[in-house]
């Protein structure tokens, strides 16, 4: 599930991606009632879904629940921030590379559905843009991309080819989430 943040002239950019690792809604932890961002999701997968009443009650009656939604909101707050600095200051290549590494993260297979145009909306940048970026990559034999699926052939290489955005973020989710 992307997190995308919406501007008032209706731009949308995304600030953070919810996988099998986490959970959208962080917002009612602490009571608040209404979220920041639309929640879409992207690719195939199963999500499931809680009661906003049950999950504050589970929160209340267990301390270390409460501390591991605690740490888990932190990295997505901290996720958000990382990336704004992404989107401003490196190429869409760098940013398309980091956005399908946090996907291969959180993807259960190497291949998954994903068009251009959703990967642009994603990355809040003109299609034309992603076209060069995975034109790019493909080149370099690190992904390939056929009608509306996307392939990661070389991890190792796509991680060389982010922009360190992606470490500092996942090196983050590990040592709080403790995975």
Same mark, same amino acid.
């Given at each position: ?61 267990s ?7 605690? &740490?888990?909101?932190? #990295?997505?707050? +901290?996720?958000g921030?990382?990336? /704004?600095?992404?989107? *401003?200051? !490196?190429?869409? @290549? ?15 297979a ?16 003109? &299609?034309?843009?992603? #076209?060069?970026? +995975?034109?790019?990559?493909?080149? /370099?034999?690190?992904? *390939?991309? !056929?009608?509306? @699926? ?17 470490r ?12």
């Amino acid at each position: 599930m992307s997190l995308l943040a919406r501007s008032a002239g209706g731009d949308v950019l995304e600030m953070g991606v919810v996988g099998r690792d986490g959970m959208a809604g962080m917002a009612l932890i602490p009571g608040v009632n209404m979220m920041p961002y639309d929640g879409v999701m992207q690719v195939e997968g199963t999500a499931l879904r809680i009661p906003a009443d049950t999950l504050k009650e589970l929160v209340q009656v267990s301390s270390p629940f409460h501390q591991l939604l605690g &740490r888990y909101a932190y #990295t997505v707050f +901290a996720t958000g921030i990382q990336t /704004a600095v992404c989107n *401003n200051f !490196h190429s869409v @290549r760098e940013r398309c590379a980091r956005w399908l590494l946090m996907l291969h993260d959180l993807a259960d297979a190497d291949t998954f559905a994903l068009t251009q145009s959703l990967l642009a909306l994603t990355l809040g940048v003109r &299609r034309p843009s992603i #076209t060069i970026a +995975a034109n790019a990559l493909h080149r /370099a034999r690190l992904v *390939n991309y !056929h009608h509306g @699926r996307m392939t990661i052939h070389n991890r190792r290489g796509l991680e060389a080819a982010a922009c360190e955005c992606y470490r500092l973020i996942r090196e983050q989710q590990l040592r709080l989430l403790e995975y």
